[in-house]
């Protein structure tokens, strides 16, 4: 049977800051203490409702599924909590059930999007300022004082960019 190790590393959220981003499904939290939550989104009545939540510990082995009482709860400015009631499910990595799979995967994509803008290493110097950011292989930035600008991608190809 296919393992979902087969299919996606752990994800892992450290050394990034807390960001929420929005999108039409589905809004993506990095939270203060490394969590990844997801919270899925459908439109009920024209209004926006969060039916589905998954929480990723930032070492990517923890998962915490749950659904918001009533049909689901407003989107706010921060993650939804876990019900009063409690988690309806908790996974490991390696027990997350395969039609959880897709929504880990999302998670994980979310993570690698926050880590290329990233810096890792940030260097300064009298004609530029680069960075090494935090993906894997590392996307690398350098911008010149005089308004050029060259980035090298993990596909090796390099692109400038004089403004």
Known sequence: SRKIEDVV??????????TRQKTKNAVANILANGEVCLEFVKTKHGAEKVTDVMRISGDGQRIVVYHPGGGGCKVTKSAT?????????FYSFSSLPEKLWKKYIYAARFIDLVKAKTPKITLYTSKAK??????SPPDFETYFYSGVKITCAPDRSVKFIDV
């Open 81 to 89: 909590p876990i019900p009063e009631g409690g988690a309806d499910a």
């Open 9 to 18: 590393k752990p994800l892992n959220s450290l050394r990034l800051r807390p």
């Open 130 to 135: 680069s960075y090494l950011m935090e993906n």
